[in-house]
């Protein structure tokens, strides 16, 4: 049995009783440290929740809804600059006639669809949370085939981007990753499939935007290869990022199913 005890709390954490019989089988010390436990996995001693829902044998602990909010509530904070960051930009190319800047808009439909997943998904039943990542991971796998088919187009049929467009979508897309990845930073160790994906979606995002930033202001006239390279890099990292969610998703199903059949 579980027993949950405000005793020893410092700055709002819980701290979490169990048996002294599931005391001795977390050797490394991995959740005094603060470390987070991932979903479905059984909590295996008395520990401080920090920024990680817990699961115990396919239940919650409803102890550990408040970092679930702090969670929730950044991910609503990036799913929002996402969706004006899509709005604003697709706004400015219909206006200015740049092709380029609503490409560059759309592109945003795919951050959006990740949080949007996310959001939905997030704190619910672990096999929720497991097709969740399995969805994501898949929104993922379009985006990067997406990438990869406009890194084809711009090889076989290259098209010239003014200098003010290609300032305008490096700014919308610098600004929207440095604060997505301010925002996830704290969650960025999670196992949760869910909380992975937001968090390399973000980071993959800051990535890309300071390679095109960098090539727009230090090599603005050298040819169209450091934008094919940046293009390459960003294709890759979203198919890592694919691969990393599904295989976090595909843990999480195998913990819950062994937590069911235990």
Known sequence: MVSLSCRGCRGG????????????????????????????ERPTSRSLVRGRLLVRGGQRLSGASEPARGYRRALW??????????????TAGY??????????????????????VAAISYDRSPRAEYLAGFALAAILVVAGLDSARDL?????????????????STL??????????????????SDDPVVAAT???????????AAGGL?????????????????????????????AVARSAWRLRSRTRRGRSG
Do not use: C, M
């Open 13 to 40: 954490e819980l701290g979490v009783r169990l048996p002294p019989a599931h005391e001795s089988r977390d050797p490394g010390g991995r959740l005094a440290r603060g470390h987070l436990l991932p979903l479905g």
């Open 77 to 90: 904070a990036v799913l929002g600059i996402a969706v004006v960051a899509l709005a604003a930009e697709t």
């Open 215 to 243: 090539v727009t202001v230090l090599a603005p006239g050298s040819g169209d290869w450091p934008d094919l390279a940046a293009e390459v890099a960003g294709a890759l990292l979203t198919f890592y990022a694919a691969f």
């Open 152 to 168: 084809v187009d711009n090889v076989l049929r290259p098209q010239v981007e003014s200098a003010a467009e290609a300032t305008v």
């Open 172 to 189: 919308f897309a610098l600004v929207v990753a440095i604060i997505s990845v301010v925002v996830l930073w704290p969650f960025r160790r």
């Open 199 to 209: 968090w390399l979606s973000a980071r993959n995002d800051g990535l890309s935007s």
């Open 95 to 116: 206006v200015f006639g740049s092709r380029h800047l609503v490409k560059d808009g759309t592109d945003w439909l795919y951050v959006i669809a990740v949080y949007a």
